[in-house]
């Protein structure tokens, strides 16, 4: 499958995937277009109605320009986490 891996993503669609990958967006605040081009190259699967990152879609991810250095993103993945988890905690 290296069509998963080499396919051009738009910049929309290149957001999504790192939003399903740090698991910081509901599936209503996903692109459903987004959604159906990174499910057609297998980066994506719905799951129960929760979008999760495939094998592929987790090489893809990790193989995405990082902003800053690796220890600014590492307090940034960090912190994303945090916020991801206080959200889904949270009521409502």
Not at 2 to 15: F, G, I, K, T
Not at 30 to 41: G, I, N, Q, W
Not at 66 to 83: F, H, I, K, P, Q
Request: no cysteine; aromatic share 4%; hydrophobic share 40%.
């Amino acid at each position: 499958m290296s069509r998963s891996l080499d396919a051009p993503l738009s910049p929309n669609e290149e957001v999504t995937l790192r939003r399903v990958a740090l698991g910081i967006s509901p599936m209503k605040d996903l692109a459903p277009r987004d959604l159906t081009r990174l499910k057609s190259l297998a980066l994506v699967e719905i799951d129960a109605g929760v979008a999760r990152l495939t094998d592929f879609g987790r090489q893809r991810y990790s193989a995405l320009p990082r902003a800053g250095t690796a220890r600014d993103l590492s307090s940034y993945e960090a912190m994303v986490a945090a916020v991801s988890e206080r959200l889904r905690k949270s009521p409502g």
